[in-house]
């Protein structure tokens, strides 16, 4: 039997790929769940019990928290990253380092294929098959979802033809769980005109009393939440994700162009991630120049797009990470954020590097570097260009 590795999750797709491997392949299937956040520890447990139900070989959780943020999330943030200004790029981001750690973990036990239970219509399959290709480029990629051209209907009665027993009701959502987000696809998503229901929502919103927060920033990274200091920025995000998601916050769908040319929308649950990116946002305004502020943008926009298009690997990419780190030298400070039902506001920040300091004027008030003879001639000389062509153009009228 050839060993397959399996990208697994525990649910529909991945379940059907489980059984389908072994029992119709006759593959030796090992499991392995990369953990980027999503789960507690009681799920784990119980995702490799369900996992060894269905006959796999072996199950492993790799546990990738720190390197998704080091390696990823980190630039996510550098760079203001929102997919068409809504989405983190909470699975695209997901996905890359999904892929990368079992390319790796391939290699290291020797297996002859890897498999994942993307479908056919989707962004994952390429993301996935573009990392094996480069990581692992002698494996065979196994994709029966993909293959058989499956849809979730036809896997559940698969599962249950198998006597395979699990919650197919909420298996009519497919949820995937991340430190970056929570996307939630169904029947809704299908169409252009509905929203999700309440209930496929993972989180519940309970909380309705305002809350005011205080974020800390160090180079541009999440520190501090609240007055309390994380030596990890993991613990950080997942602290504020804590604290906000109960209020409803960062909920919405996310329509795109997908990688293979079709229109796509995906509902989402992101309060961590949103609230970061907004505060962190904000202190970069007041520290950053305007051309630091200009050109960064313009390479982060690039950034997230060809991370989202499974081009992670490409060396470009890190060029751009080197270049968005460098920005970050005195982006430190704290963020006010008031939290509410459904929403959040940005109150202000505080930075010992804040360039609105009053020391050299308050707009629309007073200037105190310069005279206003200097105003005079300096836009004299700003304007003189457009001046000229249109002296020229009407004389020659």
Aim: aromatic content about 10%; hydrophobic content about 40%.
């Amino acid at each position: 039997m050839k060993k397959i590795v399996l990208a697994y999750s525990g649910g529909l797709d991945t379940t059907f790929c489980a059984l389908h491997l072994s029992k119709e392949l006759g593959y030796e299937v090992h499991a392995v769940l990369v953990n980027t956040g999503g789960f507690s520890e009681e799920e784990l447990t119980d995702i490799e019990e369900r996992a060894k139900g269905l006959g796999v070989a072996s199950f492993k959780t790799l546990h990738v928290m720190d390197t998704y943020y080091n390696e990823v999330i980190k630039y996510l943030v550098f760079g203001n990253v929102l997919k068409n200004q809504t989405y983190p790029l909470s699975v695209s981001a997901e996905r890359i380092l999904q892929a990368k750690s079992l390319a790796e973990y391939a290699k290291s036990i020797g297996a002859k294929a890897v498999a994942h239970g993307s479908t056919g219509a989707g962004n994952d399959q390429v993301r996935f098959d573009m990392i094996f290709q480069t990581i692992v480029p002698d494996i065979e990629i196994v994709t029966p979802i993909r293959d058989l051209k499956l849809s979730r209907a036809e896997e559940i009665e698969y599962l249950k033809k198998h006597g395979v027993s699990m919650n197919f009701e909420k298996a009519a959502y497919s949820i995937n769980k991340g430190i970056w987000g929570t996307s939630v696809g169904g029947k809704e998503t299908l169409t252009s005109s509905d929203y999700l229901p309440e209930e496929a929502w993972p989180t519940q919103a309970t909380e309705s009393e305002p809350l005011e927060l205080i974020l800390s920033f160090e180079q541009g990274e999440l520190k501090g939440v609240d007055g309390k200091k994380y030596d990890d920025s993991v613990e950080a995000i997942q602290a504020l994700q804590a604290l906000a998601a109960p209020y409803g916050i960062g909920r919405d769908i996310h329509v795109g162009d997908t990688i293979i040319g079709i229109k796509g929308r995906v509902g989402f649950e992101a309060a961590a991630p949103l609230i970061i990116i907004k505060g962190h946002q904000l202190l970069e305004k007041h520290t950053l120049t305007k051309w630091q502020l200009f050109w960064k943008n313009q390479l982060a926009e690039f950034y997230g797009n060809h991370l989202h298009e499974g081009h992670y690997l490409d060396p470009v990419m890190r060029n751009m990470e080197e270049f968005m780190a460098s920005t970050q030298t005195y982006v430190t400070g704290e963020v006010r954020v008031l939290l509410q039902p459904f929403r959040f506001t940005l109150l202000g920040i505080t930075s010992n590097h804040d360039l609105m300091s009053n020391k050299f004027g308050s707009y629309g008030e007073m200037n105190k570097g310069y005279t206003a003879e200097d105003v005079k001639g300096f836009t004299r000389i700003l304007g003189n260009q457009t001046s000229i062509f249109h002296k020229v153009n009407s004389d020659n009228d």
